[in-house]
């Protein structure tokens, strides 16, 4: 493989080997810095002289990259590896700066040492300066960055310094990076895009009912989209309303399977693209009539005659898939939304998507203490009242299944495995409620619906994408009571006598 050359400035006492290991070395000469006052100072307090006297010396090392790097990322790496080494600071300033933070430079071991790792001295879990991602650009700066602080530093704790760069570093990508994956408000509550489509399909509309005419798109990790399928599989859709389903890529776009060898299995998996025949769901939304360059979510229903998004909210396309279709459902007389209750319906509907549907993201989506704070009690307000209302209630509307009953089992049904860790609703689990424990199992356990639920999936994708949420893309072991093993015990949930009155919290 052929290289690049660029020049970046470091003390003459050390050189980089190849690119390949990228390994920052120490030499014996490392004891004659230029700054006497430092002589007989451990390493961790002397890495800051080295690298104020690069700074300061004209002395320069020649590093190569591979050719393939434009000089826009040559220059980029050669800044990050002085970042994660060390901030610039002035000699002047240098020894004062060593005695104040004497105390926090000896080596620590046990659980902290490990911490280092992660740029938090407190132990509270603070996120990564740096982080494997999916690129080679970004993975062979990471393994610089470890490889030369691990020469520097050795197995210990590296100096207060390095850790408030990196973690002052850390916060302000984090701040720009959580901007775009959540916009929020000026208070720093998470603030949830409206959808752009939301036609309907009706008799003698622009989309009237048809069947195969419609294409549904979906995925499992997505709780919005889940709903959709739930319904989907109750009403008995499969062959009036096709679907695929897409995953998160690692470019960040919802991404189908390369073949259709990859779909299939006791619950529903990634798909081809059946509807259009796309690669990815950004390519399908903009080969609509006319284009579209703006956010492409699911789920969305595709109308295959005319090439247009027809809906993309999914509190519309449960009540689509609910009524639309009847004519050739599988299943034509499930009614999940019956008029005699339509006004419990809408009341839950409206506080559940508040509070938890949309409750759980401003809980892990919050920018700010006060806003997170805020949240977390609205959430638990509700699932506490709910609890309640579930003593006395088989499901939210009285006896029958509905909607906001689908609403509410999909977040519910992420909430232990994924929301109470990774997005902090911290308070409660889901399996420690009297009542919506039992209740969940009721709901998993309803014809269609388990087959539509893959833990495995939801956690994999919800922990590894999230990346500002979970820099190191580990991934939780699904907790007992939430696998399948823990759902499909008994509920008793039949013997309840209902009300479907909806109590004040």
Same mark, same amino acid.
């Given at each position: ?8 400035? #470091? ?7 190849? +690119?390949? $290991?990228?390994? #920052? ?14 002589? =007989? ?21 020649? !590093? ?7 000089? *826009? ?17 002035? @000699?002047?300033? &240098? ?14 071991? /046990? ?7 992660? =740029? ?18 970004? @993975? ?5 960055? %470890? ?41 720093? *509550? ?17 989309? +009237? ?32 309303? +096709? ?8 470019? =960040? ?21 059946? /509807? ?62 019956? $008029? ?84 902090? !609703?911290?308070?409660?689990? %889901? ?21 539509? !639920? ?19 893309? &580990?991934? +939780?072991?699904?907790?007992? =009571? *939430?696998?399948?093993? /823990? #759902? ?18």
């Amino acid at each position: 493989m052929s290289h690049g050359q660029a020049a970046i400035k #470091l003390p003459p006492s050390q050189a980089f080997s190849p +690119p390949e $290991k990228f390994e #920052l070395r120490r030499c014996a000469s490392l004891q004659e810095l230029p700054m006497p006052q430092l002589q =007989g100072r451990p390493l961790k307090h002397r890495y800051a002289a080295l690298h104020a006297s690069a700074l300061q010396r004209t002395d320069v090392c020649r !590093c190569s990259f591979p050719a393939a790097f434009s000089n *826009s990322r040559r220059k980029h790496l050669q800044g990050s590896l002085f970042s994660l080494i060390g901030r610039k600071i002035d @000699s002047a300033s &240098l020894e004062s700066h060593i005695k104040k933070n004497e105390s926090a430079q000896a080596p620590r071991t /046990g659980s902290l040492t490990m911490r280092a790792r992660t =740029g938090s001295e407190d132990g509270a879990g603070k996120p990564a300066a740096s982080s494997t991602s999916p690129t080679d650009f970004s @993975s062979y700066l990471v393994d610089a960055g %470890i490889k030369a602080g691990s020469a520097l530093f050795g197995k210990g704790l590296p100096p207060g310094l390095l850790i408030q760069t990196a973690e002052a570093a850390w916060r302000g990508t984090w701040k720009i990076m959580m901007s775009q994956l959540a916009p929020s408000n000026d208070d720093g *509550s998470y603030k949830r895009p409206e959808s752009a489509f939301r036609n309907r399909i009706e008799k003698g509309g622009r989309f +009237p009912p048809e069947k195969g005419r419609y294409h549904l798109y979906a995925a499992l990790t997505c709780p919005w989209a889940h709903r959709t399928l739930i319904v989907h599989a109750i009403k008995g859709l499969d062959a009036v309303v +096709p679907f695929s389903i897409a995953v998160p890529g690692s470019s =960040g776009l919802w991404e189908f399977a390369s073949d259709s060898s990859k779909s299939g299995g006791a619950t529903l998996q990634t798909t081809i693209d059946r /509807g259009a025949g796309k690669k990815t769901l950004k390519e399908v939304y903009k080969s609509q009539t006319g284009g579209y360059d703006g956010r492409s979510t699911v789920p969305m229903l595709w109308d295959t005659k005319t090439k247009t998004v027809v809906n993309n909210e999914s509190a519309d396309i449960i009540e689509i898939l609910n009524e639309a279709f009847n004519d050739w459902a599988a299943h034509p007389d499930v009614d999940l939304a019956p $008029k005699h209750v339509a006004a419990d319906i809408s009341r839950w509907n409206d506080l559940i998507y508040d509070t938890v549907n949309n409750g759980v993201y401003k809980c892990g989506f919050a920018t700010s203490q006060g806003a997170y704070d805020i949240a977390v009690a609205a959430l638990f307000d509700t699932l506490d009242a709910i609890d309640a209302h579930l003593q006395r209630s088989r499901y939210l509307c009285g006896d029958q299944l509905t909607l906001a009953d689908v609403r509410l089992f999909t977040t519910i049904l992420r909430f232990d495995p994924v929301y109470y860790v990774h997005f902090k !609703c911290s308070r409660q689990r %889901i399996s420690e409620y009297k009542y919506l424990y039992p209740y969940l199992r009721d709901m998993y356990q309803h014809p269609g619906v388990a087959a539509t !639920c893959d833990l495995d999936s939801i956690c994999r994708q919800y922990y590894y994408s999230l990346f500002p949420l979970n820099p190191g893309g &580990l991934v +939780p072991v699904v907790p007992r =009571g *939430s696998d399948p093993v /823990g #759902l499909l015990q008994p509920h008793s949930r039949g013997k309840l006598l209902s009300s479907p009155v909806l109590q004040s919290a």
